[in-house]
């Protein structure tokens, strides 16, 4: 089983200038008065011309909304924001571009894993929610930052935090790794997992650094050790590792975006060799200011914020852990860790 590969307008209005103690000619000022406000409507014309041209198109408004399968507006307006400046940079070339929305919760209210993931092609008018884990998080002595199977409270950019970092981020190249053996149909199959790494901007330009990507949501738990010298990925006495593969497309990852494995071989697929955008919702200042609102009784409708209504009652108030904070505690629970002998798996049966 092989999960494969594969701006801002600048309105050139009236220039504001201190005259003096003078006054104009009547003649001249009618004048100046007429060009100002030629140039000001011409402005205006300019800036509604722009905002029709950046305005959802109709088919994608049909999936704009807070409920199940929908785009917040918030994450759909950043991630076309981020695709159309990457594209005009050339940075990307890919008709489509990705999403996600790490507030929603875990699971839909009909029990099946809750869509939090977009692929959207708007050339193609194709709108896709699929489910994708957020990161778990880690419970240390000194700070508690794990989150719940449900929703997700907590969030940083700190490497080995396992947390996720919403921002802007750039598909890159994929690495596909063998992790074992497995039974399948009464035989022994190899699993090779693809890893798609991110390239990050801003507070998360530390993506590779933290080894933060997407890949399919299954694992293989390791169970015992066969011999198969003539395997590829035999070590030196021959053995290879053999175990249980684990599916865990509704629950929660190591900080990356994790996807079921249907969706994870298309989402491989289009982006193989032709890079997109991906913009993960929240930033550290939507967290920040959704806490603050929580903590004085603001509607976040009225205040212009967003958080998933049914995640935001359940963690109550998200928090973010900045690197600065929060990566010394991770390095000093790091060294204060027991060395461990290798580890030995046990001869299969």
Known sequence: MVARARGICATLGPRLVQQGNFTLPLKSLRLSIAVSLGVALAGLQTGQADAQSTDIPAWLQKHVGTGEGKIAPVVLERARALYQRKRGEGAVANPCYLAMDATRPSTSDNGKPGRRFYVICEAQKSFR?????????????????????????????????????????????????????????????PFHRTFLLYDGEGEVDNARERAIGGHPAVFLRWQCRFKNPGSPHADSEGYVPFGKLVNYAAGRSNGCTTWSEGASEDILDLVQGNPTTLYIYPESGDIDAVAKAVKTGRSLPRAGLYWNAACLKEIRAPKFWPKRTLQPIINEWRQSLPKQPPLELPICD
């Open 129 to 189: 929610a699929v489910s994708s884990g957020y990161g778990n998080g880690r419970k240390l002595k000194r700070a508690d930052f794990s989150n719940g199977r449900t929703c997700a409270k907590n969030f940083s950019n700190a490497e080995g935090s396992k947390l996720t970092a919403g921002g802007s981020y750039v598909t890159a190249e994929t690495r596909t790794s063998f992790k074992g053996y497995y039974r399948q149909s009464g035989k022994r199959e």
